[in-house]
């Protein structure tokens, strides 16, 4: 009981703390105005409390940059040199060089630019996780537009469809049903992504206000014990993926609605 | 096509394993099954099959699909454990160990020399693609047989000559048509000099157009008088080559004979409904 | 062969300061062949050549522990292949990050409790574990140097990107088809036979699209070394990229970083290209013979 009312506590002092909002000081801090000791619940509401972070991250950047990606992939298809050609460059760059780089040269630029706003991780890094995970989706729907097959289009032409229904009815849907599975590993790996944001990657970290694994590394830093706070950022990130894969799943059960055998 | 010079060194190792089993062999069947059983869960493929082939005879079995003919030829050489039934090849009894569907051989020793004994030709010819044709026909008898290279090349060298495509020898599967890809699985089965040869549909999979130079070659094997087990569609091919002709229905022999008794005179009911409905293929 | 650096040095470093001083183009260039041959300098290309270093002493760890991943899932021992099972699906679920960050401590860790219980401090009464804390006693803490470092993340990368290996491993063993293994066993090759020859040369052809995969997202983790406290070249150029002023350094310049950086970053896009280009080749060899079926038809 005793437990359950200290848990219960941490997860007020806590819980949102990765927003800056409940208790200041971080448990076990050594200043004065350091509250709570370290202890498992203040571990786990803490750590999770970064996560919604993480979770933050992966969603705004997912869902905004399957637009660009969409985008991108049409330049890439098409036949003019002067569309495909940007379209290929900056998807090339960007899956060519590490994320990590990718922080480190965003925050620079924001800062020579004077973007105050997008210095901070909220912002900035979300630019950037934005811009990446784009350009990975985009190469997976520019390879699913092209597997979609030619029979499809040519049924769609002899029925004199205009070129944006004949986009809308039949090529969308296709290409979207053959790259859900490519497009949902990326998911997971943008997801697992958002965990360097606040790794030196340039972006500071406001008053303490991270993500999962900088909670995580700081009680392994302030214990030297490594087995208790990184195992509970991995479960965290084991059910998070789970759920992620379920969420997928169900998408694709309905993006393959009318095949029989649908996986 | 003549084959004296080619048969002499395909029939030379029977003996061997022969001198082996003893004596009282030499009458015995090649290949001898009896009671065999087969189910896949809840599905009884075959019932108790009794099916004998001399030396020198050609089995053709026929029957609709999902007869089991298949599976009783795949039983032949292992590659599915019947739940229950003998199996004897040239004499040697294969043993098993447990019963029912945990049923399995004994000793894989055992299974293996007689799966290098009976060399199978399958429908979809499974060549091994990353090998060159010639690689194919070499690979078994080397490992199998332990032949020295030069030993299994030239012997590759005579069956890949033997079917008609010695000049497609460093090519790999893939760039062969269908009938030139069989007849290479048919050259790989004939390199390991097989006491018998066992054929599982070898044209189903092939187009009509492509069909004839594989029956052509597997023909002129039977006239070779070399023991060969059958499965096939073809029912004038089967009515061709074969010394006596199986049909199956639903897991048991429904009739057997010769081609003529078979085909010119069938007295089930079945038979004549399978046969009528086979001529207009 | 770089004599004339200190004056070129100090004459560019008069010019920033006098406004009436002009720099020739000649003395520019001079000046920058100086700048990129500091020893500092020679410091971040050899750091280069440790991330190369790193990333060949990876592959085969990672190779072998991908094979032992892969092969230990079909084990006849469900221990065994439980925890290879466990293994390869791993990095789909947590993130390599978290691995990088423990793998090392776990090991430096377990290293400080045995020389920490069995050696140094057998008397003392401290324990090692003290409650949530660590603690191990002055003498038996390690202090990690550079080489140390990189031995622990070459382990770390082996042991990620051998899960993935494992992985790719796996699925690509499933991806020969049954019928190819079969023949082999229909002519009498045994279970080792038909794996030596035919499943593993097979195997090959449908892990290598992955295997290229695999370390191009290796190459792209390199940076990662440098959350790890390696000095590798992002920890120069983080160094080499800040503002240096005219009364503390020879080769004065302003905050040169995000210039670093774009350096960095094409040092990595020349790399992933190179690699791809190598793996096309390579795709193309082991494509002989081997037609798998192209699901991409061309849109005309």
Known sequence: ?263 | MPSADTSAPAHAPDPAPEAATGPASDAAPIIALAGIEKSFGSLDVLKGVDLEAGRGDVVAMIGSSGSGKSTLLRCVNLLEVPERGEITIAGEAITFSNKGPARVPSSAGQVNRIRADLSMVFQQFNLWAHLSILENVMLPQRRVLKRDRAQARQRAIETLDRVGIADKADAYPSQLSGGQQQRAAIARALAMDPTALLFDEPTSALDPELEGEVLRVIKSLAEEDRTMLLVTHDMRFARDVADKVVFLHQGRIEEEGTPAEIFDSPKSDRLQQFLSASDHR | MFEHCPAIAEQVKLALGDEALSISVQERAQWFSCYFTTKKHLSIFRAAGVVLLILAFTVPVALLLGFLGALGKASRWPVISQICSLYVIMVRGIPDIIFFLFVPLTIEIGIEYVMHSFVYCRDSAEPFFNGINIQPCSEAAIIPTQFNRIVLAVVAYGIVFGSFAANIIDGALKAVPFGQRETGSAFGLSQRQVFFDIHLPQMWRYALPGFSNLWLILIKATPLLFLLGIQDIIYYADLLGKMATRRYSTYPHGDWKLWYFIALGIFYLALTMLSQLVFTRLERRFNKGMVINETTSGRV
């Open chain 1, 1 to 263: 009981m005793e437990m359950l009312s200290e848990c219960l506590t941490a997860l007020d002092q806590y819980g949102l703390r990765s927003f800056g909002i409940g208790e200041r000081g971080l448990p076990g801090a050594t200043n004065t105005r350091g509250g709570a000791p370290i202890n498992l619940c203040n571990m786990t509401v803490l750590i999770g409390s970064g996560m919604l972070r993480n979770i933050l991250f992966g969603l705004i950047s997912l869902s905004t940059g399957f637009f660009l990606a969409l985008s991108l992939a049409l330049l890439k298809s098409r036949s003019e040199w002067y569309l495909t050609g940007p379209a290929r460059v900056m998807i090339y760059t960007f899956r060519g060089t590490p994320l990590l780089i990718q922080f480190f040269i965003g925050y620079l630029i924001f800062a020579s630019f004077g973007l105050g706003v997008f210095r901070t991780a909220a912002y900035g890094a979300s630019v950037v996780l934005f811009f990446n995970t784009a350009c990975y989706a985009a190469e997976i729907l520019y390879g699913a537009y092209r597997a979609v097959p030619n029979s499809d289009l040519e049924a769609a032409r002899a029925y004199a469809l205009s070129p944006f229904d004949r986009f809308r009815d039949v090529t969308f849907p296709t290409m979207m049903r053959l790259a859900w599975p490519a497009y949902t590993n990326e998911a997971i790996f943008l997801f697992h992504a958002t965990t360097i944001v606040f790794l030196g990657a340039g972006f500071p970290v406001r008053r303490q206000s991270g993500d999962a694994l900088y909670y995580a590394q700081y009680f392994a830093e302030r214990t030297f014990n490594p087995f208790i706070a990184y195992p509970i950022v991995a479960l965290y990130f084991v059910l998070a993926t789970a759920i992620l894969i379920l969420m997928m799943r169900t998408v694709q059960v309905y993006l393959n609605r009318h095949l029989r055998n649908a996986r």
